[in-house]
Every structure is written in structure tokens, then in C-alpha cells.
């Protein structure tokens, strides 16, 4: 692996620990600000951790084994300042995840689940709102809950695959790109360096 690859492996498990270190700190300070909290992420930040590190494993940057010490830190952030159920969820997300990796999860690509876990974040940002103001709006009507229900989801699917196609593939395609440049650039310059040295 590449000297500049490895210190970004570096820093992103650098962050990592800082992340967590963030949120035990939270635990330590309960009347920290809400907008520290919620700008860090501090409550959700154990989960994300989880994910990054299911990243790194499955895209083979890291090894279970090497992955096992940060994984331990992200359940122990959840297990001494969550209730034992919060344990439990983040030990099946988890398990979830390392079955995923494996293949023992086949079933979760069949094409209609792969559409909604591409839109799952454009709808997780509008669906709260948007699905209350349809709800309201449905019940100020007369109509049945159970249609306002429906027609709330309808509205948030529809929306979250909008704000996908035309909002967040477009950005993640130019972050990509952007990203690219800047690592070929640097790999570049490092092997120049290289063979000047």
C-alpha cells in the first residue's frame, strides 16, 4: 500500500477514536449544548462508526482483526451510555453487517430494495416533515388516518427519489470526481518525490 494511502487509512481511524472521544465526553458533560450535540452527531455517532468500519472491511482497506478494536469502542460507547436494548440493536447491526459482507444476505439486492437503499437518505431527510404536514393536511380533510399514512409515504418516496436523481447523485458524482483529482495529484507529486529521492 502506498505511504499516502495508509496515512489516510490513519486519519480516518484517527477519527474514528476522536468521534467517540467527542461523545464520551458528551456522557461526561450531560448539559452540553444541543447544537454541539446535534452538529457533531453525538448521539447517532457509534452507528456511523459501525458503518465506516463495515466499509473499510468490506472494501478490503482493513481486516476484521484490524477493524475488531474500534468495533469494540463503538459497542462500549453504545452499552455505557445507551439502555441494554440500544446494546442489543447495535450488536444485530452489527452482526448485520459482517453477514452482509460475507454473503450470507443475498436476498437484500433484489431490485426493488437496492432502489429504496439508493433513496434512502433524500427520503430520510424529508420524510419526518414532509410526511407530517400530508398527515395533518389529510386529518384536517376527514380523511382516514391509515390513507393520510399512505399518502405521506407516497409523497416522501416520490420526493426522496426526486432530491436523489437531480440533487444528491449529481453532487456525490462531482465530490467523487473532485476527490479523484485531488488523490491523483498527490499520488503524483509523492511519486515524483519518490523517484527524485
Known amino acids: 500500500m502506498h505511504v499516502i494511502e495508509q496515512k489516510c487509512l490513519f486519519q480516518k481511524h484517527c477519527s474514528s477514536w476522536l468521534w467517540l472521544a467527542v461523545r464520551w465526553l458528551f456522557w461526561l458533560w450531560p448539559d452540553m449544548p444541543e447544537r454541539i450535540i446535534m452538529l457533531l452527531?453525538?448521539?447517532?455517532?457509534?452507528?456511523?462508526?459501525?458503518?465506516?468500519?463495515?466499509?473499510?472491511?468490506w472494501s478490503g482497506q482493513r481486516t476484521l482483526a484490524q477493524?475488531?478494536?474500534?468495533a469494540a469502542l463503538?459497542?462500549?460507547?453504545?452499552?455505557?451510555?445507551e439502555t441494554w436494548d440500544v446494546t442489543i440493536v447495535g450488536c444485530v447491526l452489527m452482526a448485520a453487517f459482517l453477514a452482509l459482507i460475507h454473503g450470507h444476505l443475498r436476498f437484500l439486492s433484489l431490485r426493488p430494495l437496492v432502489w429504496l437503499g439508493g433513496i434512502s437518505y433524500s427520503f430520510y431527510l424529508i420524510h419526518q416533515h414532509v410526511?407530517?404536514?400530508?398527515?395533518?393536511?389529510?386529518?384536517?380533510?376527514?380523511?382516514?388516518p391509515w390513507l393520510g399514512f399512505a399518502a405521506a409515504f407516497a409523497v416522501a418516496l416520490t420526493l426522496?427519489?426526486?432530491?436523489?436523481?437531480?440533487v444528491?447523485?449529481?453532487?456525490?458524482?462531482?465530490?467523487?470526481?473532485?476527490?479523484?483529482?485531488?488523490?491523483?495529484?498527490?499520488?503524483?507529486?509523492?511519486?515524483?518525490?519518490?523517484?527524485?529521492?
Open 67 to 70: 477493524q475488531a478494536p474500534y
Open 131 to 144: 410526511g407530517f404536514v400530508v398527515m395533518l393536511e389529510f386529518a384536517k380533510a376527514g380523511y382516514s
Open 168 to 197: 444528491e447523485r449529481p453532487a456525490g458524482e462531482a465530490i467523487i470526481a473532485w476527490w479523484k483529482r485531488r488523490r491523483d495529484a498527490r499520488l503524483a507529486i509523492a511519486s515524483a518525490a519518490t523517484i527524485q529521492g
Open 74 to 81: 463503538a459497542l462500549l460507547s453504545i452499552a455505557t451510555m
Open 41 to 57: 452527531v453525538l448521539r447517532y455517532t457509534p452507528f456511523f462508526v459501525i458503518g465506516m468500519l463495515a466499509y473499510r472491511l
Open 160 to 166: 426522496g427519489t426526486v432530491i436523489n436523481r437531480l
